[in-house]
Nanobody, 115 residues
Framework: QVQLVESGGGSVQPGGSLRLSCAASGSISSFNVLGWYRQDPGKQRELVATITSGGSTSYANSVKGRFTISRDSAKNSVYLQMNSLKAEDTAVYYC?????????WGKGTQVTVSS
């Protein structure tokens, strides 16, 4: 059983940057897909980015060229580097680990982008 804790959220002006971290209580090496979702009140949940055990990455069109997902298996951590932030990036961001049999979610970290 794995617990996830997101951190690194906060308030930033448009054009700024943040790095989100997801710390797992156990090994992440057994999970096939690691990812980040986001959800803001009044909007549907959006899959932001994923990274597979083989290192392949995928991004939502809305964040391509601005966000980068990465992992450090030795530290049992997943990261989301967010650059050139826009107001529409405001949301609670959730870390998720998925295998064929199990899925784990963190409780989220708030990101607010405003002038």
């Amino acid at each position: 059983q794995v617990q996830l804790v997101e951190s690194g959220g906060g308030s930033v002006q448009p054009g700024g940057s943040l790095r989100l971290s997801c710390a797992a209580s156990g090994s992440i090496s057994s999970f096939n897909v690691l990812g980040w979702y986001r959800q803001d009140p009044g909007k549907q949940r959006e899959l932001v980015a994923t990274i597979t055990s083989g290192g392949s990455t995928s991004y939502a069109n809305s964040v391509k060229g601005r966000f980068t997902i990465s992992r450090d298996s030795a530290k049992n951590s997943v990261y989301l580097q967010m650059n050139s932030l826009k107001a529409e990036d405001t949301a609670v961001y959730y870390c998720t680990l998925r295998s064929y049999n199990m899925e784990y979610w963190g409780k989220g970290t708030q990101v607010t982008v405003s002038s």
